[in-house]
């Protein structure tokens, strides 16, 4: 079996015990939303963040798509170390309507249970680490989710509750009902709006936190074209991040990073996590990839330090963060 290295520091996500390497592994991009899929780079990439002191790793019910694609690909990948590491996933999706793919709900009790039985069995396991509702559904009281999830971690099922773009009303009627032990939800130099009221609300009621997306969706990597050039099963073809305008404006941040990068030594996506890590001792982001050479450079972004000086020029570059929203209206989460 592969060596698991412990150099990566950890960090205590919650109170409730989990604790995970300080940067965990993002799979959706392995099967969707950025191309065709590639599982055979998306199992590479999963065990080679293993060897590096990886231990938590991230997939949905969506990411297949409803058909198991990506928690069965995680499954496979981690099946000789399932033990050592923390699986997180996530429901709360209506896959039925393909043409409502993203934007219908359902966080039912009796959905939330079957959709949980389906990955325990796409992912080979017996328990799920932390099960996260993957958005808010308006349609249903959130302390019903809160308590159902609790009655699954009662059953052995699940370890660990926790959320995914919620607001502050909701995470705080959802941890009156059952401890939330972590939150997940966009952050990065590009998208900072968490900071205001949502990340003051999981630091007093000691949550912790797994930025999404801490790469911009691949922009913070500077490897960019306009939206024009993605094919249409890209999100970027359609990310207002990538739209005339936006992203000239972007790219000339990117610039602006890039050299403040070089003039320490690392790459502008090592600055990017290392900023994110920066912010907090209770952050642990989850950047995807699909190349192990991307990963192992994304990893050593935990040894980064960034003095004082830095942290203002990043602010200084990006004040308030990027141009563009983050998703098209109709996706766009309420807080």
Known sequence: MTQHDKNLPHRRLGTQG?????????????TMAYGAGDERGGIATIRRAYELGVTLFDTA???????GSNEQLLGRAVKGFRDEVTIATKFGFDLSDPSKVGAALDSRPEHIREVTENSLRHLGTDHVDVLYQ???????????????????IAEGKVRYFGLSEAGPDIVRRAHAVHPVSVLQTEYSVFERAVEADVLPVVRELGIGFVPYSPLGRGF????????????ADDMRSFDERWQPGNYEQNLAAIRELTSLAESKGVAVTQLALAWLLAQGEDIVPIPGTRSPRRLEENVAAAHVHLDAQDLARVEEILPH???????PARMMPTW
């Open 321 to 327: 963060g990027a141009a563009g929203a983050r998703y």
């Open 18 to 30: 989990l604790e995970v390497g300080a940067l965990g592994l993002g799979t959706m991009g392995m």
């Open 61 to 67: 019910e969506l990411y297949g798509m409803g058909t």
């Open 134 to 152: 993957h958005r808010v559904d308006p349609d249903v009281p959130i302390e019903d989710v809160a308590g159902t999830v609790g009655e699954l």
């Open 220 to 231: 913070l990597t500077g490897a960019v074209k306009p939206a024009a050039e993605y094919p």
